[in-house]
């Protein structure tokens, strides 16, 4: 192919001016192309977007979903004269605009974006992509899951891709669910699965040969390819310079002849060189910490370990099958998927590779019960083996993902002890998302995981979210064991549907205090849905004492055992997190707690407070709300007050305008009454009475939002638009076209 020739003028200014397209409009023509993007999503897509009043750009919009459309077959672009020309490709020009890809059924697409005539689709999509979902993944063939072994290799151990999602998948194929798991983790096996189109990956190579330059630079500076260690290479077979052998060998005619105890003698170095690092893998290929001799010595065999590997695979191309009965037991598997099917079997099989001892070991002693490790085989998590822990010590470490999210796939205990032993060892992990796995007791291999990794000094995860139907032990039982397994989380959240039906039988009672002591911790956010079981301070003070730093608490259907048990949440509050700024709660019967809402009310340092669907008014009199008003106008603290679903009605909705009277010290900004039986007449009023106290501080106001969903206002619909258009005038209205005919039962009850 003959080589362009240079741009034209036209063609790199269209370029710069789409480069800067966001920044042109905003600051230098003071116009915006989004009306364009939005009717060629008319003409193109011809279906209304979902959640259209949410999108901020419709040119990415547009972008990303007509680059997944056309690459999923939904879209044919012959239907529109505009995008059916020679020069356009769809797939080339939308990819730079795309930073979320969903794949999803039987993976349609993966072998389109890995085929040789898109690989600068691969490229822009390299440098762009940032999210990459699945979605309701089935089985599939070995050709395609070949071609998602290099898609994903491009995208995050040689990209940019920093979240992995997976959603809805009932039934998960193991090896696949594996693939992508270990692969989002950085590891990947150094068999043929590095091969791209007959050749090496390109990223790989040029790394390897740099890799080379330095090891060669290194061993000429220790003068260690001297004639002598040349000529007496065999008789050191077990010393130090093996793997300088093994690269002679490789290089040299004799390969085919000694190719076996090349990798036997490479496989033994390199477990000897692994051994002092496998807790602790590097996330980089081409770093490892350490400043001794001995550690330069592992490295430089580890360097020419993966060299001779990958010379190995590319020189001795019709060897492999005697490559892979010398493997063992495995060998007989795909060397794509040499990896992913050991991580899937070992345990079931028991079968060892025979050139592994060492490794096995060294496998035992990671898996044991000590302190950093990962799975320690507790209850709901046998000690059967240590599924996976060889493969990945002898796979690669590339770049791995900082976010991964789990929803809505079961995790069987096999999966789930391989997932920790991925996890022990995935510093790059800022934020982990596990919901409705079915973890049940298989919850203990994700707590080992988190205590083996608390004890990498450069790991990163800040944020845990955990949720599920069934919960295996009492929420704040969960919570003391989480944060004591790591306690360097900056964030938590833990939610349960039901309890256990084992736990349903456990007495009401008082419960004795944890065991578990739980260190100072580094928590800010914690949240809490609790399976409608008791909210007991003993668990739940030792957590607060121990969070300093607490600045956001949400607590979410619990019940209350005593009147005594929101006092004491209180008092701890108050002596124990001083930096508390936002404090939730929802779905809790709060009616008979007066007191202590308003002791919330008054406080100095809280921003935000939330109660929720929490009863106040069920058994109250007209004096509690005046109690409130009162309270929060004095509190010059409170900027958010949250009152969705507490039957405020008309006439409590117009008394809450008295917060903003001319005698308020009030800060409040943001007001939110959803789900609270209001009509449009009753906001009418509340309208014109906020109105007036606003003239009478001279137009001069702070309230800034307020939020209106799901309340009555379709039953007359003019008057609704007048108080709307009057509201808009003085603040940010949230509201939404909700049929009021849906809350009639709740309607009559309050009539």
Request: proline letters at 4%; hydrophobic letters at 35%; glycine letters at 6%.
């Amino acid at each position: 192919m003959a080589a362009e020739g240079p741009r034209s003028l036209f063609a790199l200014s269209a370029a710069a001016v789409s480069r800067s397209m966001a920044a042109l409009e905003r600051d230098v023509w003071g116009l915006s192309t989004q009306p364009i993007w939005r009717k060629l999503w008319d003409d193109v897509m011809k279906t209304r977007p979902p959640n259209s009043k949410n999108i901020t750009c419709w040119r990415k919009k547009f972008l990303e979903t007509f680059f997944s459309n056309v690459l999923h077959g939904v879209l044919d672009v012959s239907s529109d004269w505009r995008l059916h020309h020679h020069h356009f490709s769809p797939l080339l020009h939308s990819s730079p605009h795309v930073s979320q890809l969903t794949l999803c059924n039987m993976l349609q697409g993966v072998v389109e974006l890995t085929a040789e005539h898109n690989q600068q689709v691969l490229e822009n999509l390299a440098g762009s992509l940032r999210i990459l979902n699945f979605q309701r993944l089935l089985s599939s063939d070995q050709s395609i899951r070949r071609s998602l072994v290099l898609l994903l290799h491009r995208l995050i151990h040689h990209g940019s891709v920093s979240q992995v999602s997976m959603y809805s998948w009932p039934v998960p194929d193991t090896v696949l669910l594996i693939l992508i798991l270990s692969m989002s983790a950085g590891f990947w096996h150094s068999g043929n699965a590095l091969m791209y189109h007959s050749s090496l990956c390109v990223l790989c190579r040029d790394e390897s040969k740099a890799q080379s330059q330095e090891l060669a630079q290194e061993q000429a500076e220790r003068g260690c390819y001297d004639e002598r260690e040349w000529s007496s290479g065999e008789n050191h077979k077990g010393s130090p310079s093996a793997p300088r052998e093994a690269d002679m060998e490789v290089n040299g005619c004799g390969a085919d002849a000694h190719l076996s105890s090349v990798l036997s003698r490479a496989s033994s170095l390199h477990n000897q060189a692994c051994e002092e690092a496998s807790s602790k893998v590097p996330s980089d290929l081409t770093s490892v910490e350490g400043g001794s001799s001995c550690v330069s010595d592992q490295l430089s065999c580890r360097r020419v370990l993966r060299k001779t590997r990958r010379r190995l695979k590319s020189a001795v191309g019709k060897k492999r099958r005697c490559l892979r009965r010398s493997r063992g037991p495995h060998g007989d598997s795909e060397d794509l998927y040499d990896f992913v099917f050991t991580v899937a079997k070992e345990h079931n099989s028991g079968l060892l590779n025979k050139n592994s001892a060492t490794e096995g070991e060294n496998a035992e002693n990671w898996t044991s019960s000590s302190p950093g490790s990962p799975c320690n085989g507790h209850a709901g998590c046998k000690k059967g083996g240590s599924a996976g822990i060889f493969s990945l010590k002898a796979a690669h470490r590339f770049r791995s993902v900082s976010t991964l999210e789990l929803f809505s796939i079961p995790l069987t205990g096999e999966t789930c002890r391989i997932l920790s032993n991925l996890l022990s060892s995935w510093v790059s992990l800022e934020n982990l998302v596990l919901s409705y796995n079915g973890l049940g007791a298989n919850i203990s291999c994700i707590l080992s995981a988190l205590r083996a990794l608390s004890h990498h000094s450069d790991c990163h995860l800040s944020a845990l979210s955990v949720s599920d139907i069934f919960s295996h032990m009492p929420c704040m039982e969960l919570v003391c064991c989480i944060l004591s397994a790591f306690p360097q989380l900056h964030t938590l959240s833990v939610s349960f549907d039901l309890k256990n039906q084992l736990e349903g039988s456990r007495p009401e009672g008082n419960p004795t205090r944890s065991e578990v002591e739980i260190p100072e911790s580094c928590l800010e956010q914690l949240e809490i849905r609790f399976p409608r079981e008791p909210l007991h301070s003993a668990f739940l003070l030792p957590v607060l004492k121990a969070s300093k730093s607490l600045q956001q608490l949400s607590l979410d259907s619990a019940t209350l055992p005593s009147s005594q048990e929101l006092g004491l949440l209180l008092g701890a509050l108050k002596e124990c997190n001083p930096n508390l700024k936002k404090l939730s709660f929802h779905d809790m019967n709060l009616a008979e707690h007066q007191k202590e809402v308003l002791l919330l009310l008054q406080d100095p340092i809280l921003q935000e407070i939330t109660f929720s669907f929490c009863r106040l008014f069920e058994s109250s009199t007209t004096e509690f709300l005046s109690e409130i008003i009162n309270t929060v106008k004095r509190n010059s603290a409170l900027k958010s007050l949250k009152l969705p679903g507490n039957r405020l009605g008309n006439h409590r909705l117009v008394a809450l305008a008295d917060i903003f009277s001319e005698d308020s010290s009030s800060s409040l900004c943001q007001l939110d009454v959803s789900s609270n039986c209001i009509k449009p007449d009753g906001l009418l009023e509340f309208t014109k009475k906020l109105e007036g106290y606003i003239q009478q501080r001279g137009g001069q106001t702070q309230f800034t939002h307020l939020h209106l969903f799901q309340n009555w206002l379709d039953q007359d619909a003019e008057t609704a638009q007048e108080a709307l258009r009057r509201l808009r005038a003085v603040c940010s209205v949230i509201s939404d076209s909700w049929d009021s005919s849906q809350a009639f039962a709740d309607y009559i009850s309050v009539m």
